[in-house]
C-alpha cells in the first residue's frame, strides 16, 4: 500500500475553512484515498473516501489532483469540535480494507 | 441503532496472566478489526477476519489471538500478558466503503 506523508499539526481559526493536506506520490491506479479523524481518546470516525473525483459529504469535501498524488481535506466552517488528529490513508478498494494508519496531522481549532 | 461495543472499557491486569478483550457489534459486517493505540505510535493492526472461522495475523500479533465464531464478536485474547502490553485497545467492523471504531479499552499490566 502506498505510504502517504501529512504535516505534523496544523491551526485554523473557528469558523475558517480548515484545509488539511496529504501527500501520497506512490499511490496505484487501484488505490482510494481515505480520511478518518479521533478526537482525544476516542476511537476513529471515518470522515470520506475518494478515487479520483473530487468527493463531498455533510462532513468534508476531498479533493484529489488529477495526477492523484496528493489530496487535501477539506472542513468548511471549522469549529472546536473539529479539533482532532486527522488520519490519511491510501488503501486498495478491496474486501480487506486493512488500513494502516500514520501518525496523522493533529488539527487545533482556536477560538 | 447499529453499535460496537467493548468491555471492559478499562481494565488492570499482572504479568502473565491471561486476558480476554470483547468485542461485540450489531452492524452485521463480516469485516472486523483490532487494533493497538500507543502514546507517540498510530493505530497498529493486531488480528483481523473477514467472516466467521477466519483471523488473519496484522502487524503486530504477537502474544495476541482472536477467535470468530459468529458475525457479532471478535474477543481478543492476551495469552499471558506482559508490560509492553499495556495500550488502548480498538474494536473496529466495517463494510466496503469505511470501518466503525468502537469506545476503545484501556489495558494497564503491571
Known amino acids: 500500500d502506498a505510504k502517504t506523508t501529512q504535516p505534523t499539526s496544523m491551526d485554523c481559526a473557528e469558523g475558517r475553512a480548515a484545509n488539511l493536506p496529504c501527500n501520497h506520490s506512490?499511490?496505484?491506479?487501484?488505490?482510494?484515498v481515505y480520511w478518518y479523524r479521533q478526537i482525544h481518546s476516542q476511537g476513529p470516525q471515518y470522515i470520506i473516501h475518494?478515487?479520483?473525483n473530487n468527493e463531498t459529504n455533510e462532513m468534508a469535501s476531498l479533493i484529489i489532483t488529477e495526477d492523484r498524488k496528493s489530496s487535501t481535506l477539506i472542513l468548511p466552517h471549522a469549529t472546536l469540535r473539529d479539533t482532532a488528529v486527522y488520519y490519511c490513508?491510501?488503501?486498495?478498494?478491496?474486501?480487506?480494507?486493512?488500513?494502516?494508519f500514520g501518525p496523522g496531522t493533529r488539527l487545533s481549532v482556536l477560538p | 441503532d447499529a453499535e460496537i461495543t467493548q468491555s471492559p472499557r478499562h481494565k488492570i491486569t499482572e504479568t502473565g496472566r491471561q486476558v480476554t478483550l470483547a468485542c461485540h457489534q450489531t452492524?452485521?459486517?463480516?469485516?472486523m478489526f483490532w487494533y493497538r493505540q500507543d502514546l507517540g505510535h498510530g493505530l497498529r493492526l493486531i488480528h483481523y477476519?473477514?467472516?466467521?472461522?477466519?483471523?488473519n495475523k496484522g502487524e503486530v500479533s504477537d502474544g495476541y489471538s482472536v477467535s470468530r465464531s459468529n458475525t457479532e464478536d471478535l474477543p481478543l485474547t492476551l495469552e499471558s500478558a506482559a508490560s509492553s502490553q499495556t495500550s488502548v485497545y480498538f474494536c473496529?467492523?466495517?463494510?466496503?466503503?469505511?470501518?466503525?471504531f468502537g469506545p476503545g479499552t484501556r489495558l494497564t499490566v503491571l
Open positions: 506512490t499511490i496505484s491506479g487501484n488505490e482510494y
Open positions: 477476519s473477514y467472516g466467521v472461522q477466519d483471523t
Open positions: 490513508i491510501v488503501q486498495k478498494g478491496n474486501y480487506g480494507q486493512n488500513f494502516v
Open positions: 473496529a467492523s466495517g463494510n466496503l466503503d469505511e470501518q466503525f
Open positions: 475518494g478515487l479520483k
Open positions: 452492524w452485521n459486517h463480516n469485516n
